[in-house]
């Protein structure tokens, strides 16, 4: 079992950043793939990034490409989101999860309660 908490989220002006955070306990982290997801009011939950157990491969769509950042710290058992050039179409709750496979087509165990990103225009 893998417990996961998001941190990091609030209200930042349009062009601005945030780090969203994500804090792991329970069975090994570093043996998870981790991903960050969003759902905005009305739409269906979509991918935003991924990373790798090892951290060497990591994925993006192409709505954050260029503008997001995902990394971990497989120490401190959390991994990160780096949102800079922040958009109003960003705005969402936003999600972390921990899964296995295929690093292509992780089969997600595990989600986090969500924080919330409001990106003022």
């Known amino acids: 079992q893998v417990q996961l908490v998001e941190s990091g989220g609030g209200l930042v002006q349009a062009g601005g950043s945030l780090r969203l955070s994500c804090a792991a306990s329970?069975?090994?982290?570093?043996?998870?793939?981790m991903g960050w997801f969003r759902q905005a009011p009305g739409k269906e939950r979509e991918f935003v990034a991924a990373?790798?157990?090892?951290?060497?491969?990591?994925y993006y769509s192409d709505s954050v490409k260029g503008r997001f950042t995902i990394s971990r710290d497989n120490a401190k058992n959390t991994v990160y989101l780096q949102m800079n050039s922040l958009k109003p179409e960003d705005t969402a709750v936003y999600y972390c999860?921990?899964?296995?496979?295929?690093?292509?087509?992780?089969?997600?165990?595990?989600w986090g309660q969500g924080t919330q990103v409001t990106v003022s225009s």
């Open positions: 990373i790798s157990w090892s951290g060497g491969s990591k």
């Open positions: 999860a921990a899964g296995g496979g295929s690093i292509t087509n992780i089969e997600y165990d595990y």
């Open positions: 329970g069975r090994s982290f570093s043996s998870y793939h």
